[in-house]
């Protein structure tokens, strides 16, 4: 019992510190095809990456990662991003995830946080919860919600981690 009230305090310290300019936590999630992800590992050749948070039954969370694959290959020509969609859906649904992510096409690394061990030591309370993180693996921007035009700021965000 105590070491869960520990673990559950550091959590909750990791996510009330977390923010701008901080790298990200060493969590093990898994990938579409089952394989173990390390996230202190992401990377993207010193070139920015968005990790947004996700679930199958969030509809916003699925409206966003569609908008954003509408401009996903012009944003990795002007900026070489690369998008990570964390999927939090628990054991009941995340059976869901790889059948919606097929019928949509994203291109995204799709990453699964069943334990939302992840997501909790970012600070994510609501998907989606998108963070947008410098050539240096630093957080510098973050936006909770989606209302449809919100591409176009992460568009800028992107743009001015690009020059």
């Not at 898994?30 to 990456?49: E, H, I, Q, R, Y």
């Not at 334990?115 to 989606?128: D, E, I, L, R, W």
């Amino acid at each position: 019992m105590k070491k869960n009230i520990l673990f559950i305090v550091a959590i909750l310290i990791g996510a009330i510190s977390y923010g701008q300019g901080t790298s990200l936590p060493a969590v093990t999630l898994k990938d579409l095809d089952g394989k173990d992800v390390n996230t202190a590992t992401l990377s993207n050749d010193g070139k920015p990456m968005l990790i947004c948070f996700w679930a199958t039954w969030c509809s916003p969370c699925k409206k966003e990662l569609n908008t954003y694959a509408d401009y996903y290959e012009e944003w990795q020509k002007e900026t070489g991003v690369k998008i990570y969609a964390v999927t939090i859906d628990d054991q009941r649904t995340v059976n869901s995830v790889k059948p919606y992510v097929n019928s949509v096409s994203w291109e995204y690394e799709i990453l699964s946080d069943v334990n939302k061990t992840f997501s909790q030591a970012m600070g994510v309370n609501s998907p989606p919860h998108t963070f947008l993180l410098n050539g240096k693996g630093e957080i510098v921007w973050q936006h909770v919600g989606y209302t449809p035009g919100d591409e176009e700021e992460v568009h800028e965000q992107l743009m001015k981690l690009a020059h």
